[in-house]
């Protein structure tokens, strides 16, 4: 039995969620707007699976998520992880004085994936 999840199929109180260890396998269909899409990304983050996309930019999707969390580490962690120290220190620097990342100009030179 696969589980599929989409924005349609998921919330914070679904009762998929804690179901999905009953499945044989977990699909997760992830876009970039993390208002409709952060559930998904964190039930993914628990339980594993496999995901499919429509699009192979997620900076919007993980700086949205970050500040809606109030945690700018999720942004600048995934930042690291995908682009090295040097591109979260210079992130940091930005943000920390009221500018945007200038990756925020550049999605295509600093792509993202979950």
Do not use: W
Not at 6 to 17: D, E, H
Request: glycine share 8%; aromatic share 10%.
């Amino acid at each position: 039995m696969i589980a599929k999840l989409s924005r349609r199929g998921l919330s914070a109180r679904s009762s998929s969620l804690e179901r999905l260890s009953e499945y044989d396998a977990v699909l997760y269909h992830i876009g970039n707007d993390y208002r409709y899409h952060s559930e998904i990304y964190r039930a993914m983050q628990s339980s594993p699976g496999s995901s499919s996309s429509t699009i192979s930019l997620y900076r919007s999707f993980f700086l949205g998520v970050a500040r809606q969390q109030g945690r700018m580490s999720i942004y600048f962690d995934e930042l690291e992880a995908c682009h090295g120290r040097r591109e979260r220190l210079l992130a940091e620097e930005q943000l920390n004085r009221g500018a945007a990342p200038q990756h925020e100009g550049a999605p295509l030179d600093f792509p993202m994936k979950p």
